[in-house]
């Protein structure tokens, strides 16, 4: 920072010995901030950034949840030769602004996938941004291949949000690279990085994970008649595993935000960690899905998403309960436009805010408790209440507090079925006097 502002004043053919020497140096490069997760691929970009652009690499690694892998992934980039390490956590407004708008909107791509990788895309993305104006970066890279979906989320995320101010490049090493699996390991060795994955000969999944979901992908699984092996799953056990009793457990919801388990409040991270331990222990929570990616390639997709099963199944039940059978019905169609343009990479645009404006506004009275029973790989619905519950006993009950006027239900169906028997008697059983 320093040496950037004493470049600016300094005249450049001025004569201030090693002090502008170095100045001038340090100016010479410029700085991109590389989103790093600590694995394979992103520390070998560290690398390869430094040497293809010339610039010196700042990583980002921006905590949503992952868990372990946090752990030394400030040191493994300083290793690899970044002039500095930013980890940021932003689990809270990664849950509020972004995990919960999705459960809300019942966002489930494709009826089934959570979209945990989709949703801490943009985030991502806008912390880029943001740590690259801080630290007055030319450039950002992220470690997306050409082929998926994540290129997407990232390019379109960066591009929206630094359409103001200087213009930011995107760079994008494994898409640039060309190089193999073998080529890169070669290439760490080379440079003299310590990899985990190097030498190990165990399956090597390709892994992404935030505490919404992990998606896994690679090795056997390509081959989509083979079951997924047992090592492809780490967060939830195999139902012969689990154990023999069910266990039951209340969700508490606030106009549509889960806000307590068992009737203890309790913060949204909080929250879906424990959903996570307690569905994962009982085999809740695997997907085996064959995805229909934006860039046309249909893929095999495994994840493990426990809590956003457990949580996704809990709304829904109490939006029977407290949604008119209308705003169902249209929350449904507005649901999948939603999931697919999360999905596709447009979490930053008008539209978006629209549809999310409409789910804040129909769960006003989402407000109540869901009970659900975990067992086996299932996740039940047994019981659900709202202070604002539609259902309403004496209307429903067949006993004899019933309220429900029988005798104008003829008048209502004589109304109700007009048009049907218009148009019977006219077209459709004209000739069948
Ligand atoms: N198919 C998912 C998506 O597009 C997950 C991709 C995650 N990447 C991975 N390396 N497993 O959102």
């Not at 539609?390 to 009950?397: E, I």
Request: hydrophobic residues 40%; contains cysteine; proline residues 4%.
């Amino acid at each position: 920072m320093v040496w950037l502002r004493l470049a600016v004043l300094v005249p450049r053919k001025s004569s201030f010995g090693p002090i502008l020497k170095e100045s001038k140096r340090e100016m010479a490069r410029e700085k991109c901030v590389l989103a790093y997760s600590g694995g394979m691929d992103s520390t070998i970009s560290v690398v390869w950034i430094q040497e293809q652009y010339d610039m010196d690499v700042v990583t980002l690694t921006v905590d949503l949840g992952a868990g372990p892998e946090i752990v030394g992934v400030r040191e493994r980039a300083l290793q690899a030769g970044a002039v500095d390490s930013l980890v940021w956590d932003v689990r809270d407004e990664f849950v509020n602004e972004y995990v919960f708008p999705g459960l809300k909107a019942g966002a489930m791509y494709e009826g089934v996938y959570a979209l945990s990788t989709a949703l801490g895309r943009p985030l991502m993305a806008k912390k880029l941004v943001e740590a690259a104006r801080q630290v007055g970066a030319a450039a950002v890279a992220h470690g997306c291949t050409g082929k998926g979906n994540d290129q997407v989320r990232f390019d379109s995320g960066i591009m929206t949000l630094a359409a103001h101010g200087d213009p930011l490049r995107i760079i994008a090493p494994a898409r640039e690279w060309g190089m193999t699996r073998d080529e890169e390991k070669l290439y760490a060795a080379k440079a003299g990085l310590k990899l985990r994955e190097v030498g190990s000969d165990r399956r090597v999944y390709s892994i992404d994970r935030n505490l919404w979901g992990q998606a896994i992908e690679g090795e056997d699984l390509e081959d989509t008649w083979v079951e997924p092996p047992e090592d492809a799953y780490s967060w939830t056990k195999p139902i012969a595993e689990t154990p023999d009793q069910p266990v039951e457990v209340s969700i508490g919801f606030e106009k549509g935000t889960p806000v307590s388990i068992d009737g203890a409040a309790m913060p949204g991270v909080k929250l879906i960690d424990i959903l996570n331990d307690m569905a994962g222990e009982h085999g809740v929570g695997r997907i085996d899905h064959l995805e229909n990616r934006l860039v046309g390639i249909k893929s095999r997709e495994v994840y493990e998403t426990p809590a956003a099963i457990v949580l996704h199944t809990a709304i829904r039940a109490l939006e029977t309960s407290t949604m008119s059978r209308e705003q169902q019905r249209v929350k449904a169609t507005l649901s999948q436009i939603y999931a697919d343009m999360v999905y596709d990479g447009r979490w930053f645009t008008e539209l978006r805010t629209n549809i999310a404006a409409f789910m804040d506004s129909v769960h006003e009275y989402s407000t109540g408790d869901v009970r659900v029973r975990l067992h086996k790989g299932s996740c039940v619905v047994v019981g659900r209440r709202s202070p604002y519950s539609l259902y309403d006993f004496d209307l429903a009950t067949y006993s004899t507090t019933d309220s429900f006027d029988h005798e104008s239900a003829t008048g209502f169906i004589d109304i109700y079925s007009l048009p049907a028997r218009t148009q019977a008697k006219n077209q459709t059983y004209r000739d069948a006097r």
